[in-house]
């Protein structure tokens, strides 16, 4: 099928390069960018070459974003917006797929249908509840009279309240919500044969036996996957820390405050500060990647059937 | 004592039935193999036995316990399944010792009966292993393994065998059997293959289309099968059946559109006397009578022949069917000389053309008992030695 010629080789090689410098170049000069002085990135002539101004770009960076809180707060929320999604996924994945209850599907057709609501599109009514989670609650109270009754009675005027802005709770658990990860560990435990579950069974072992012993060990290279892809989606978030959190000091996110370090029209151009800011804030993905790359194809290589 | 009971089992999928009221008495450390076509309702009634698939009517009891309503577990069986199931992530001593674990045996003493069991298998080379790191047939073992390290009170075996290759499915039988010897639990095991079922029996249950055919030794389901179905199931060839009528004397029928005569056991003929039967003839109890053309004698020419080393397969038209004999020995007709075939009562199995039921004598001895043919031979006395594949 696959034909070698000569020819070929070099026309995909040349495909291929083509390819890598389309990737490769813009990551370079903005290397190259951080390296540089306040002058010499705004000089006409783009520099190809990189300069010797790195160290001092990149602590100029760190201090005036003062990364250091916000990198904390962004590990913070990457890590609990992955472990959260793997736990969640696996869990959800877990009861559609293994036990038959009445509303499975109905279930499933729910949380299959949030896949194509991203948190963008509900962002307005994601933002109510994170000011008021008990809010929906709050009104059902209203509605039925309920609140009413406790007022006659006790006296107390019931409100309730559980206000998730300006917190980590508020960054985390909207992220964690989503239907990706169900979706993929369902399709993972979809190839289980049905064999091996009644093994499971015969040999005594109950439902959390088999969910923790035989399903999670096999699924590890799911877990890598998504745990690197959620890490990289959780720590890229930008819109959703920049609507909840106003206390910026405490709570905001490496990501959010890139966004300072971009020169303002009146003040001076120093995008070698700026690339050097990037270069940081990219820097932990870039390493998620690729540990964990190394680890999936570990597991693809020992295909274990 | 283990012995099993099954009563008035049956079992739907839906509307649909898949198994009709099946009735069963397995005895302690007996070795039951349940026979039939795919998709006979074998698989589901072992399943049924072993909790994994519910019961929709009627009991099933182990040990004068109702375990209609219990989990697996609680049955106290071990199953070996036809993909083996192995856990993938685990080694081999972790697969052997997984039931043990689950139930909380210490470390120690699991390791310890994990060891006994692989030595006994001949896996204690492999105890480190993956199951990916494995041939089929030490897959197969291990599988065994898993059941036997338990020790459980019921063995359910569904095709553990049929995803062997042929050399290693007649070693892993022997060996089969060599276990159930010195175990002596009581075993079910599923097959479609007879001369698997044959050689491993002690009783055989053939089913079809979710009933059970008939329940007896391989020796009375080969010599005296109960129906039509089961004298075509079971032999290889297959039985060769006649539409004949009975003499009204009772002492001979005659093959439809012919003159042929064939004898007929007189006790059995006096109660159907003048009655239309269909007359069963195994290939292999037919013998070529040596004076040619005996007009009394069936008379058949045969067109073309098979050759299997140990004889020849005959084949040839009769009354408008093929019809085919196993000539033994190294002297066969020639194709398309007519031969005489001497035929004794007693290998004339009469069925009633309506119920397709056999035609007994009530109150008569069920069956004759006789050899098996070589194949069908029981596998006993055997030791099994020689290295794994
Ligand atoms: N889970 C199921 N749902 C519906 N029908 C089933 C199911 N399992 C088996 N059947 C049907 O029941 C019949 C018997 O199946 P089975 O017991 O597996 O046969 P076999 O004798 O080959 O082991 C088949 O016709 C099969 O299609
Ligand atoms: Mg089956």
Redesign the pocket.
């Known amino acids: 099928m696959i034909e070698r010629t000569p020819l070929l080789n070099i026309v995909t090689h040349a495909v291929l390069i083509f390819g890598a410098l389309l990737l490769a170049v813009p990551i370079w000069l903005s290397f190259v960018a951080a390296t540089l002085t306040v002058a010499e990135v705004n000089s006409p002539n783009v520099h190809y070459l990189p300069g010797g101004e790195l160290w001092n770009n990149l602590t100029a960076a760190w201090t005036r974003a003062d990364f250091g809180v916000k990198f904390m707060n962004s590990m913070i929320v990457a890590i609990a917006v992955v472990i959260g999604k793997v736990a969640i996924s696996a869990i959800s994945a877990f009861s559609i797929v293994f036990f038959n209850y009445r509303l499975r599907m109905v279930f499933f057709w729910v949380i299959f249908i949030t896949l194509m609501l991203p948190l963008e599109v509900r962002i307005v009514p994601t933002y109510a509840v994170a000011a008021n989670a008990l809010y929906p609650f709050q009104a059902i109270l209203d509605f039925t009279g309920i609140s009413w009754l406790i007022a006659q009675f006790s006296g107390v005027e019931l409100s309730l309240e559980w206000n998730m802005l300006n917190s980590y709770t508020g960054l985390i658990l909207p992220l964690v919500a989503t239907a990706t990860g169900t979706f993929l560990y369902r399709q993972f435990f979809l190839t289980i044969p049905d064999e091996l579950v009644e093994a499971a069974k015969m040999d005594g072992s109950g439902p959390f036996r088999f969910f923790f012993e035989v399903l999670l060990p096999l699924s590890r290279t799911n877990i890598a996957a998504l745990a690197t892809i959620m890490f990289v989606y959780a720590w890229n978030q930008y819109l959703w820390p920049l609507l909840i959190i106003t206390d910026r000091a405490n709570y905001s996110t490496v990501v959010m405050e890139l966004r300072r370090l971009i020169p303002g029209p009146d003040a001076i151009a120093d995008w070698n500060v700026a690339m050097a800011g990037t270069l940081i804030v990219m820097l932990p993905p870039l390493l998620v990647v690729i540990l964990m790359q190394r680890w999936f194809v570990r597991g693809l290589i020992s295909t274990e059937k | 004592m283990a012995d099993i009971d099954i009563r008035k089992v049956e079992k739907f999928?839906?509307k649909?039935q898949?198994v009709h009221g099946v009735d069963l008495n397995i005895q302690d450390g007996e070795f039951i193999v349940i026979l039939?076509?795919?998709?006979?309702?074998?698989?589901?009634?072992l399943r049924m036995i072993a909790g994994l698939e519910e019961i929709s009517n009627g009991e099933i009891s182990i040990e004068n316990t109702v375990v209609n309503q219990l989990e697996p577990r609680e049955r106290g069986c071990a199953m070996v399944f036809q993909n083996y199931a192995l856990y993938p992530h685990m080694t081999v001593a972790q697969n052997i010792g997984y039931a043990l674990k689950v139930g909380g045996m210490r470390k120690a003493e699991r390791m310890q009966k994990v060891e006994a069991t692989a030595k006994s298998l001949g896996l204690d080379q492999l105890l480190d292993r993956k199951p990916a790191q494995l041939s089929g047939g030490q897959r197969q073992r291990v599988a065994m393994g898993r059941a036997i390290v338990r020790e459980p009170k019921v063995f359910l075996f569904?095709e553990p065998l049929s995803n062997l290759d042929a050399k290693l499915r007649v070693q892993m039988r022997l060996e089969i059997r060599r276990l159930h010897r010195t175990l002596k639990a009581t075993s079910v095991f599923?097959t479609?293959d007879q001369v698997e079922a044959m050689s491993l029996a002690d009783r055989l249950v053939v089913?079809n289309a979710?009933r059970i055919e008939q329940v007896g030794t391989p020796e009375e389901v080969y010599h005296a099968p109960a129906s039509i179905y089961v004298g075509g199931f079971i032999g290889s060839p297959a039985m060769n059946f006649l539409p004949c009528g009975v003499s009204d004397c009772g002492t001979f029928a005659v093959i439809d559109n012919t003159s042929f005569r064939l004898p007929v056991d007189p006790e059995i003929g006096r109660t159907i006397a003048g009655q239309s039967v269909i007359v069963g003839l195994r290939p292999e109890d037919l013998k070529i009578a040596p004076e040619a053309n005996d007009p009394n004698l069936l008379t058949v020419a045969f067109d073309f022949s098979e050759e299997q080393g140990s004889g020849r397969l005959m084949h040839g038209r009769l009354a408008g069917r093929d019809f085919v004999l196993h000539s033994a020995g190294r002297h066969h007709p020639a194709p398309g000389a007519p031969c005489s075939l001497a035929i004794g009562a007693e290998s004339v199995h009469l069925f009633d053309p309506t119920t397709e039921k056999r035609i007994t004598v009530a109150g008569a001895k069920t069956g004759q008992t006789g050899t098996l043919p070589a194949a069908f031979q029981k596998t006993s006395d055997v030791t099994v030695s020689g290295a794994i594949q």
């Open positions: 999928y839906g649909n898949v039939g076509p795919s998709g006979c309702g074998k698989s589901t009634l569904d599923v479609h089913m979710g």
